[in-house]
């Protein structure tokens, strides 16, 4: 690659292969710029490959729709499932939650219902007919008929096939060790291989940007938090859509895997298949079928979580050539994080001019 030296002809460095970056790549690639990801592992081999991918309203208070981005998300994420040619695994069949109380429950679905999110009520005997594997069901649930599941290793890998396709460079199994800089400016990156130098680098590492943006002197707040996320093996799917109980949040990844994503203790150390059992006992209680269910893996992956909680997505003040990107859920706001990324590029540029 060319050595920086004011123009315009060194590509844009990604760095993570994520869903994050694997986004950002994609849509800067599609509006013509050229575009290069460095993965230190395989694609969405972090945090990205090991989350319950729940697309649509999810377990989230009512609250955290205030945020415009959130609110625009479901738009754009629906516009990259149009766009992306490759399969990404996505079974929109629902998704039926409760609470530890009716009261609960009930509360829950009327503050989304407020904002015209499309939650209903729905009795036992709907959530046993929308979900037959259950033994017993609750005397009322909330159904969010259009949220769904992804499977985010294929989102991932769609996402940079298609920025590929637009002319982007994927580099996997390269580790950055750190940011090139000239002064203020980010030049590039040190790499195992050397360094690699671009016109901006976008570091889209989850909670490893505070470390490598530490190495040009920024300071970033993003937080580790852990969630496990299990896999079971199914002889055939148990449930249709996603069901989250004050027991578990399980859904069918495919017709023979179960996924659940169970909460870390503070300050847990052990075995991530200690938190897979009362998971495991539960499925088997409480799913017909639930007795051939066995664990494959139970995995803990550390959420990045920006200071204040909202997104991260900009140029990092004072330091050009440096751009940062971490945001939580990621998945559903793929599609956002990508648009929002190119808009910014192109006002960039238009100031350039």
Known sequence: ?????????????????????????????RVGLRVTVLERGSVAGGVTGNSFAWVGLSKSAAETYSDPFR??????????????????????RGAITWEETDAETRAFADAHRALGHPVELIGEDEVL???????????????APDDGGIDPVALAGSLLRGAEEYGATVRSRISVLSLLTEGRRVRGVLTTDGPVYGSTTILATGTAIPGLA???GVDVEVDASPCCLIRFSTPQPLVNGILSTPDFEIRQLNDTTLVAAEDVPVGFSGDARE??????????????????????????ADRPIPRGGRPLLGFAEGVPGLYLAAAHPAIILAGAIG?????????ASSRDC
């Open 339 to 347: 648009a929002h990324v190119a808009g910014d590029f192109a006002r």
């Open 129 to 143: 007919a929308r979900e037959p594997g259950l033994r017993t069901a609750p005397a009322v649930a909330t159904y």
């Open 1 to 29: 690659m060319t050595h920086p030296n004011g123009r315009n002809d060194s590509p844009i460095l990604v760095i993570g292969a994520g869903v994050v970056g694997a986004s950002i790549a994609y849509r800067l690639a």
């Open 214 to 216: 530490a190495s040009a």
């Open 275 to 300: 938190l897979a059992e009362p998971t495991l006992q539960a499925i088997r209680s409480q799913l017909v079928g639930g007795d051939h269910v066995e664990l494959i893996e139970a995995v803990i």
């Open 71 to 92: 609110q625009g998300a479901a738009v754009e994420f629906d516009r990259l499932e149009r766009e992306l040619v490759e399969p990404i695994g996505l079974r929109r």
